[in-house]
Each structure stands twice: as structure tokens, then as C-alpha cells.
């Protein structure tokens, strides 16, 4: 096949990919809401996010041109210029999908009101895909572009152009995940500690000053953060694979342009898979799980047919199943031990206190790292086994992210449901509207926990793509670990996810405490907001989350990228040696901690949800209370300091992939 | 030097050993205790211990003899003995050490009353240093006799013998740390929620029926538990660097023999800092740093001139300052974080309730881990650049431990002075004698603090030199991390110290939860309990904790023993190559965990114990509440989990070491 066959093929499918984003993007923005309270809060929320986000990159801009100036000194122009994109194009991806879920949760709790929970599930479903299609498209289309105009240059600059491109990805996803993660948990601790607990009112009451930066921080956090970090997964996994393509199948157009083609193929499958759960009528849970299963049947079917046709060896089509596979497994312990019995036995252990119920909370995280680590352990040496190369492996890598634009629809569902409840609660809808919106709401709940089991797989995968293709590029023949440079590289690698961790929790505890200050002065100053005769000044409180989030998120994030530097330059000749044994380090507790942080912490939030169903004596019981003091040590667990950790070991593999470069 | 004048020396140090452990344990057995009410609690908590340590060692004596069997089938008749003997001597240094503790702490308190606050203080460390001069001194006979009986013989057949010996103390060890670790941390949790939190009554107070379970648990969990752990790490790290010298130094016996001179050096220069300790007369604290330093100084000096006199290549002296070094340095980073200004900070936290002080307590946890891991991972480079061989690294752990002697001791010192304190407030000796134990436990505190640092770091080291001659023995040239199996292995052992500290986890909290219920029940049923006019049945709750340690030991304890042997089998021809990668991931994770759970549980537990001193509302505020909630989770992560994972790294390695000899 000619480069220009490929290229009709590549154009075809972004096309699709974009003129279906602008559809559904059109549809859910043109809805015209008449409810005038539910259009004022929707606006609150939507100016909130839209604010931190331009704020957010108002910063970022002073960080990408600095980083454009060193690339472009170092290497070549088209090296900084490749970052900006990759920067942009995140960025971009961000803008997009936040435009969308912040219109799509109010448009939810119209339908919920008019049209039933049907068609409150679609709508929010429809408004997640908008951020599931443009990472999905923009990535195509970045790492295409690149790949199809750069591929037949010299290989040096080819891959220093496309790991550039990665790169520029990467450290957008950092701050966004950082601080979109601090933003969020700050707005939920602050409004949970002096709302529900010192004032005594319900979740998402308007009188509570902290509500819309709440529901502010669902979007930045969870529908943004979330975004730029499977975005990142997306753009890495595929350089990785690439890069390993260039070693092993140099000249190959076929095994060179893989990776790209089956981002192109998952796409297409993602889009049958979405409208495929508009066919469905069951339960809605099991809809969302057939769409995916069907978009990874349609994947694998497509992949099979493509491989055939273009006489790869089919060895790779294992890896590629088996990646896709991967994902799912993932889910399914994921989902055990966030929603099976171990939350009732959890939620059993908070009667006698909040003691047992956090040993027996963080037990559970630490269980739940076995399996999945050990699945993706074993499909490594599966891959290899059957493919005879690391590129296997890559591939699997790859082919998990591939559909993307259904998983990560599935994944935007969450918050836009979330904040539909938080909406209808404020705008005074009545139980018969709340009933619809809070079982959206538990539903997303439920792919939330699911996305972040596969934010990390994924990261884990994409490392070891980038991880092998460092090692390859650095001309490292062997990565020893019977060498005592190796082993200090690995020592010193498995502190970072701590150190982060550790930067990330505190900045939580700081800003969540600033936030508790200005809730309580509110509560005392603003004559009659208890009565619900004044308005709370919500602006106040969401720059509050705004400043910190923007401020605190710049020491992880430098420390992060200074890192792998200090490595590489720190042990002169042997730098290679020693950053190839610190990212095997980081990628191994990174994985650990992070699997530990989202478990546990879904764990802790499900079991205090289970207890106020009415289990255990429900609300106000002595259970609760313990099941809520478990709750706020897993708030930051599974929405910062967890999901930053995915982040870390893709971000600091691409940049060491980088540097090898030099 | 000739073979007998080696022995000469061995003979001649040995023999001083046993005669001080003898002296000071027949003085401190032989102490009169003519106030009735104190000799009665003391015989309760010692026949508690003593009880305790039978049963353990019945259950036990079923697993030895049937991994006698396993070793003679496989192996040979001397292979099985010697594993026999490597339990033994571990089980008899345990015996020894708990007999004396548990009549010390009685002495402590008499002393504390007639003589004051010297000499409780020298009395109690005395009593600590029989648990430190047992372990130095049968660790040093029982690996010299096996040395120099066999060393003449050809290698495999010594090699297997003498890690026979290892693996004798390290399964003991296991069972001891997870058995002792459940003990005392059902009977303190039990202690604290019902007597503490529910009744309102003090800490020791008589009328708890958990009390004198709570103070054996001391014994059996701080005294027996850590004496076995570290004894398992001076016998791991000899036997690693033997084997390393077999290879790099083969037939040079003034090579072969150094891990057991400078046993025997560090040994006598304990001897020398133990005694120094009686001349000098300062801060209690300031008396014990000092012992140990010039312990050290003298080591340092002894091993310059042996290494001097005997030609010995001088760059293993810069191997061995750095281990003696990097003891210290753990310690003091160690301080730091769970008394310096962190725990100010964190009992600050505790004001706006137990969510944040979670958050910054296990933030802090986190943040330990950085200094010290990487301080262990210079130190390995650098011993190596200097070296340029891993016995060097070895070495320095031989170096670290060398003089266990003194740091078992002061280790042991803590949970004397701890009971002494228990026995004072339940005999009723009045605010004086309280006074000077509360002062004798808070510094058994730090010691306890700075124990659990030089525990992990010592595992650390232990693990690293018998990893090294796992390789070596295995005959594995590279372990190359690009190679998928090694990869796998990783990720697999990786996992490890996670599943075992869900296990421990869990078993505290059903052990503690059956304690609560026995608690309730008698404050419930025996009339007058309360009033202080019936005594409760402390048997009862002894038993329950009994009973729950044996049980909940035995699943973690066989698990991981199996891994290994699974991994090693399930991968078939790539079986060592898989164990090599197993056994760097279970040793990376398990360090990063072990340090997070000792340093965090440490800092909540000096946190509540600031608070509780009077600060920030002190006892009975809200910030006390929440700083004893951060306490709980603390207690089975810094007493039970963190420090079985010592053990699980050092035992995991020194078994894969036996199954290389296959």
C-alpha cells in the first residue's frame, strides 16, 4: 500500500471523527433551557469552570513558551514548535469537552424533568462523547499529521518531532490533573466539613457558600483532569509504539503506521459502540457495559480484517486482544472491590468506629492491587511470549487505548450526572426529578471507578511502551539489575510516587482548610443565608479553589519534570543507566500506590453511601459518622493524589524517552 | 593467619558474650520484689508472655519439622539440621530475652521507687541488653561453628548449609514479627476503644480487663518480635556476604571470614558502648545516642585495624563506614518525622477534625520515605564506585548490624519501660514513681521510633546482599529489565508487600474487634468491675489475643513462603530469572511501604501524645478525638503490617537463595 492509501484512509476517519464531535457538540449546546433557576445555576457552574480553565492556561501559556525556547534551542524549531501542539492540542481537548458537559448537565436535568430518565441518560451520556470523540479525533489527527508528513524524513528527527509532540501532551495533563484534583477536592472537603457536618444541611443545598465551586471541581476534576489524563495515555502509548517500530520493522510502512491505524479503526468501532447503546433497552448500567463490549468487538473484528489484509504477522493480533481485554479486566476488579461485598463488610466495620472502618478500608486498597497488577504483569509476558519483541506489547498497549472514544464517553457520563443532580437539587425540582438524577448519578459512580481502573492500566501500559522504547533509543543494551547503578536508579525512582503523593495531600488538606475559613465566615456574616433568604457569595469560594489549584500544583509539577533531568545529568556516563532503573522504579510503586489510592478511596465513598441507603442505621448514626471520616481520607485519595500518580510515570518515561534523544 | 587462630578469636568473643548476657541476666532475674501488689501484676504479664511464647512455639514446632523433612528430602540430613538449628536459636534468643524483660520491668518500677531515676533508667536498659547480647552472641556462634566446621568442605555443600541456618531464623522471625505484631495490637486497640474512648477510664488502669494483655502484648510484640527481626537481618546479611565472597575472593579465607570478624569486632565494641553508657551523666536521651556512637567509633576503629593488620584490600573500610553511617542517618531522618516539627503540625491539623489529621499524618508518611531510600540507594552506588563489587554492599550491611549488640538493646529498652509504667499506675504507687516511668517511656518512644528505621534499613541491606547471592548462586549473568520476564517478576513481586499488609491489616482489626466484645462483656457482667471492687479476668482477654495471633499468623506466614517456590517453578526454565525481578519488586515496594507505615504511625502516635501534654485543648478536646482516630489507624501500621514486611523482603530472598543451590 502506497503512503497515499494510508493517508485516504487516516483523512477518512478524522473526518468522521470530527464532523460527528461538531454534531453531537451542536446538539447538546443549541438545547434552549427555559427554567430560568436552573439556567442561572448551570451558568454559575459553566462560568466557574470556564474561568479556572482559561486561568489555568493563561498560566501554562508562560510554562509552554519556556519549554518551546529550550526545545528549540536544544533540538530543532520543528521539536518546539511539535511541543506546542501537543500542548494546544491538549489543551483544546480540554476547552471542548468542558464547553459540552457544562451545557449537557443542565440540558440532563431538563430532559430528567420532561422526558424521563431515558432520555436524561442519553443526553448525558451524548454530552460525555463530545469529550470522548475529540480526544479520540484531535489525537488522530496530531499524531497523524506528524507521523504521515515526517515519517519518510530522517528517523532522528521523525521520532524527536513526534516524542516532542507527547511531551507537550504530557505536561498539560500533569498541571491539569494536579490541579483540577486540588480544585475539586478542596470545593467537596470544605463544603462537606462545614455544611453537612458543623451545619447540619444536605448535599448540594444552595444555602452552602461551597456548592457550585463543588460542582465547579466535578467538571475540572473529573470531566478535564480525566480528559488531558486518558488524552495523554492515548498520544503516548502510540510514540511508544512507534518508537519500537522504527527498531524493529525499520522501512516497514505496514508495521510503521500500526499503531495510527488501529487508533483509526478503534474510532469507528467507538462510534458504532455509542450508538449501539441507543439500540439497547435493559438496565441502564449493562447499556453503557454493551456499547463498550460492543465497540471492542467491532475493534477486534476490524484489527483482524486489517492485519489480514495487509499481511502483518498475525502473532500481533494476541497482543492486541489481549490488550483489549485488559481493559475490561481492570473494570471487573475494579468493580468488585468498589462495589461488591467488601463495601458492605466495610460498611459493617464503621459501626464500631472510625478506626476499624479505616484499617479495614485501606486493607481493602491494598488487596485490591494484586490482581490487576499481576493481569497486567502476565499480559506482558504473554505478549512477549507470543510475539517475540516488546513491540507486542506496545501494541497491546495501544489496541487497550484504542477505543477510547467510548470508554472515555463512559468516563465524561460521571460528572455531567453528578452535577445534573447538583442542579436539580438547587433549582428546587422536586423529589420526582431528584429520584431520575440520582440514579444517573449512582451510575456514574460506578464508571467512575471503572475509568480510574482504567486510567491506570493504561498509564502502566503506555509507560512500558515508553519505558522499552527509551531503553532502545538510549542504546541500552541491558537494563541490570545486578548493577548498583541500576538498583540506586530504582530506589531512588519508587520515592517519587511517594514524594508526589505526599505534596498532593497536603496541598489538599491546605486549600480544603482555607475553603472551611471562608464557609464558616460566610455563614456567620451573610445575614439570613441559613434561613435561605440571602444568596452565599459563591464566587469567593471558587477563586479560592481556583488560586490554590493554580498554585499548588506548580511544585509537583516541576519536581516531576526536574526529576528525570537531574537523573540523567546527576550520573554522567551512567545516566542512562540509572534513569532507565528510576523510571522501572517510579512505573512500579507509581502503579501500587495509585491502584491502593483510587480503591480505597472508592471504597470509602461507596461505603458511606451504602450506609445512607439506610443500612447500618443510616444517616446521623454513629456508622455514618465513622463511614464519613474514612470518605474524607479517600476524597483526595482517588481524586488527586491517586490519578496524579498516572500522570507522573507517563510524563517522566516521555521526558526520558526525550532525552535519550539528545 | 591460620584456621585455629581464626577460631581463637571467634572462641575467645563468644565466650565474653555469653558470660555478660549471663552475668546481667542472673543480676537482673535475682532482684527481690518484696511489694506484693506489684510482683502480682509483673507475674501476670510474664506468665501472659511466657504462655504466649509456648504456645507459638508448639504451633511452630509442626512447621519445623516438617520443613526439616522438606530440606533433608531435598537436600541433605545436615541441610535439615541446620534449618533446625537456625529456628532454635532464634526461638532460645527470644526465650532469653523475654524472660529478662518480663522480670526488669518489675525491677524498673521497684527501682523507680527506692532509688529514682537513674537507676530505673540503667536497670531497664539492662534488662533490654540481655535481648541485645542473645541476639549478637548466638547469632555470632551459630554462623561461626557452621563457618568454621565447614568451610573447608567443598562450597555447595557449606553454602546450603549455612543458608539452611538462615532460613531456620528467618521463618521464626516471619511468625514471630506477624504473631507478636496481631498480639499486641488486638489487645491495644481492644484496650483503648472500650476502656479509653467508651468507659472514660485512664491508660493502665486496673479495672481494664484488657490491661495485662495489653502489656504482654508489649513484650511479646516490641521485645520478642523486633529481637527476632533483627536477628534475622544479622544473620541474613552475613550469610549474603559470605556467599558473595566465595565468589569474588574464592580460597582467601581472611575474605571469607570478615562478616564473622566483624561480628565479633561489633560485639565487643557493643560491650564497650554498653558500658560507657554508665559513665555518663546527662539527659537520659542524650546517654543512650552516645552509647551507641561510641559503640560505633569503636567498631570503626577495631575493623581499620584488623583490616590493617590482616592486608585486607582498605577500600571495604569505606564499605563498612558507610554502613555504619547509614544506621545512623535512618535514625536521625527517622526523628525527625515522627517527633520534630511534623508532628507539631500534625496535631494542629487534628483541630478541624480527623479527615485532615488523616490527610497530613499519612502525608507525612509519605514525605519520610524520600530521604532515607534514597540515602540507602547512594550509599549502594557509592560502596560500589569505591569497591567496585557487590560484597562491598554486602559488607556495609554486615557493618550496620555489626553492632546489634547496642542497638538491640536501647530497642529494648523501649517496651521495659513502657510496662514498668503499666505496673506502677495498676500497683498504685502514686504520682512520683508514675513521674519518672512516664519520663522513661516517653524515651522508649523515640528509641521504639528510631528501632523501626534501623529495622527496615537494616532489611533493606540484608535483602540486597542476599539478592546479590541469589544471582550469583543462580548463576544468572544479568537481570535485564528489558527483558519482559524480569519485567513480569517485578510487577508480580511488586505486589507482595501490599497483599501481606492487607492480610495483617485485617487480622487486627477482627483480633481487636473480638477484644472489644470480650471488654464490653465483663464491664457488662462482673459486678463491681467498675467500682474497682472485682477484679477482671484478664486470662480471658490474654487468651483472645492468644488465640488470634496464632490463627491469623499462619496465612500470611505460608503465603509467603509458597511465592517464592511458585514463581520459581511457574516459570518453568526462565524460573530465576522471574524470581530475580519477584524479589527486587517485593523488596523496592515493601521499603517504601515499611517506611510509610512505621514513620506515619509513628507521627500520629506522638501527635496524640503532644495533644495529650496539654496542647491544643488537650486530653478530652476534639483535636484529642481526632488525634486518637489517626492513632488507631496508626497502631496496626507502625506495630503490625510495616514491620512484618521487614521480614517478608529478608525471608522471600534468603528462601529464593536455597532454592538457586537446586
Given amino acids: 500500500m502506497e503512503?497515499?492509501?494510508?493517508?485516504?484512509?487516516?483523512?477518512?476517519?478524522?473526518?468522521?471523527?470530527?464532523?460527528?464531535?461538531?454534531?453531537i457538540f451542536k446538539k447538546i449546546v443549541s438545547h434552549k433551557n427555559t427554567d430560568q433557576?436552573?439556567?442561572?445555576?448551570?451558568?454559575?457552574?459553566?462560568?466557574?469552570?470556564m474561568t479556572f480553565l482559561k486561568k489555568e492556561y493563561s498560566v501554562l501559556s508562560v510554562f509552554i513558551a519556556l519549554v518551546f525556547a529550550i526545545l528549540s534551542f536544544v533540538f530543532t524549531l520543528a521539536s518546539g514548535l511539535s511541543f506546542v501542539c501537543g500542548a494546544l492540542s491538549s489543551m483544546l481537548a480540554g476547552y471542548i469537552g468542558m464547553k459540552a458537559a457544562t451545557r449537557a448537565n443542565e440540558v440532563t436535568v431538563i430532559e430528567a424533568k420532561d422526558r424521563g430518565e431515558r432520555a436524561a441518560f442519553l443526553t448525558a451520556l451524548l454530552g460525555g462523547s463530545v469529550m470522548g470523540f475529540t480526544v479520540a479525533t484531535i489525537g488522530?489527527?496530531?499524531?497523524?499529521?506528524?507521523?504521515?508528513?515526517?515519517?519518510?524524513?530522517?528517523?532522528?528527527?521523525f521520532l524527536n518531532i513526534l516524542v516532542s509532540f507527547g511531551l507537550g501532551a504530557s505536561s498539560i495533563a500533569l498541571f491539569a490533573?494536579?490541579?483540577?484534583?486540588?480544585?475539586?477536592?478542596?470545593?467537596?472537603?470544605?463544603?462537606?466539613?462545614?455544611g453537612k457536618v458543623e451545619m447540619g444541611i444536605p448535599e448540594d443545598d444552595p444555602r452552602n457558600p461551597a456548592v457550585i465551586a463543588d460542582n465547579v471541581g466535578d467538571c475540572v476534576g473529573d470531566t478535564a483532569g480525566m480528559g488531558a489524563d486518558i488524552y495523554e495515555s492515548y498520544v503516548g502509548s502510540v510514540i511508544g509504539s512507534i518508537t519500537l517500530a522504527l527498531y524493529f520493522y525499520a522501512g516497514k510502512l505496514e508495521y510503521l503506521s500500526l499503531p495510527i491505524m488501529l487508533c483509526a479503526i478503534g474510532l469507528i468501532a467507538s462510534v458504532i459502540g455509542l450508538f449501539s447503546i441507543f439500540l439497547f433497552r435493559t438496565q441502564l448500567s449493562k447499556m453503557l457495559h454493551y456499547g463498550t463490549y460492543v465497540a471492542i468487538a467491532c475493534f477486534l473484528a476490524g484489527s483482524y480484517a486489517y492485519l489480514s489484509c495487509m499481511n502483518i504477522d498475525m502473532a500481533l493480533f494476541g497482543a492486541i486482544t489481549l490488550g483489549a481485554l485488559s481493559g475490561v479486566i481492570i473494570g471487573l476488579v475494579t468493580d468488585h472491590y468498589t462495589s461488591g461485598s467488601p463495601i458492605h463488610k466495610l460498611a459493617e466495620t464503621s459501626k464500631s468506629g472510625a478506626g476499624t472502618n479505616l484499617i479495614y478500608g485501606l486493607s481493602i486498597g491494598f488487596e485490591s492491587v494484586v490482581l490487576p497488577v499481576c493481569a497486567i504483569a502476565i499480559i506482558v509476558f504473554i505478549t512477549n511470549q507470543y510475539c517475540g519483541s516488546l513491540f507486542g506489547v506496545s501494541l497491546a498497549a495501544v489496541s487497550m487505548l484504542a477505543t477510547v472514544g467510548i470508554t472515555m464517553s463512559v468516563d465524561a457520563y460521571g460528572p455531567i450526572a453528578d452535577n445534573a443532580g447538583g442542579i436539580s437539587e438547587m433549582s428546587g425540582f422536586g423529589p420526582e426529578v431528584r429520584k431520575i438524577t440520582d440514579k444517573l448519578d449512582a451510575l456514574g459512580n460506578m464508571t467512575a471507578a471503572l475509568g480510574k481502573g482504567f486510567a491506570i492500566g493504561s498509564a502502566v501500559f503506555a509507560s512500558l511502551a515508553l519505558?522499552?522504547?527509551?531503553?532502545?533509543?538510549?542504546?541500552?543494551?541491558?537494563?541490570?539489575?545486578l548493577d548498583p547503578v541500576v538498583i540506586t536508579g530504582l530506589f531512588i525512582g519508587g520515592t517519587m510516587p511517594f514524594l508526589l503523593s505526599a505534596l498532593t495531600m497536603?496541598?489538599?488538606?491546605?486549600?480544603?482548610?482555607?475553603?472551611?475559613?471562608?464557609?464558616?465566615?460566610?455563614?456567620?456574616e451573610i445575614a439570613g443565608l441559613m434561613e435561605g433568604k440571602a444568596e452565599a457569595d459563591y464566587a469567593r469560594c471558587i477563586e479560592i479553589s481556583t488560586d490554590a489549584a493554580l498554585w499548588e500544583m506548580l511544585l509537583p509539577g516541576v519536581l516531576t519534570i526536574l526529576a528525570p533531568i537531574a537523573i540523567k545529568f546527576g550520573f554522567g556516563a551512567q545516566g542512562n543507566l540509572a534513569l532507565g532503573g528510576f523510571l522501572a522504579g517510579a512505573t512500579l510503586t507509581g502503579v501500587v500506590l495509585a491502584l491502593t489510592m483510587a480503591n480505597a478511596g472508592g471504597a470509602w465513598d461507596n461505603a458511606k453511601?451504602?450506609?445512607?441507603?439506610?443500612?447500618?442505621?443510616?444517616?446521623?448514626?454513629?456508622a455514618h459518622k465513622a463511614a464519613v471520616i474514612g470518605d474524607t481520607l479517600g476524597d483526595p485519595f482517588k481524586d488527586t493524589s491517586g490519578p496524579s500518580l498516572n500522570i507522573l510515570i507517563k510524563l517522566m518515561s516521555i521526558l526520558s524517552l526525550l532525552l535519550a534523544t539528545i
Fill in 3 to 23: 503512503l497515499s492509501h494510508y493517508l485516504g484512509v487516516f483523512g477518512g476517519v478524522s473526518l468522521v471523527g470530527i464532523s460527528l464531535t461538531a454534531a
Fill in 37 to 49: 433557576r436552573s439556567a442561572y445555576i448551570a451558568k454559575l457552574i459553566r462560568e466557574g469552570a
Fill in 140 to 157: 488522530l489527527l496530531g499524531l497523524g499529521l506528524i507521523f504521515f508528513l515526517f515519517v519518510e524524513n530522517n528517523n532522528y528527527n
Fill in 177 to 194: 490533573r494536579v490541579g483540577g484534583g486540588i480544585f475539586t477536592k478542596a470545593a467537596d472537603v470544605g463544603a462537606d466539613l462545614v
Fill in 467 to 481: 519505558f522499552s522504547a527509551f531503553c532502545l533509543e538510549a542504546k541500552i543494551p541491558a537494563l541490570n539489575l
Fill in 506 to 524: 497536603r496541598s489538599v488538606g491546605r486549600a480544603a482548610w482555607k475553603m472551611v475559613i471562608e464557609v464558616r465566615r460566610q455563614f456567620k
Fill in 609 to 622: 453511601k451504602y450506609i445512607e441507603a439506610g443500612n447500618f442505621g443510616g444517616k446521623g448514626s454513629d
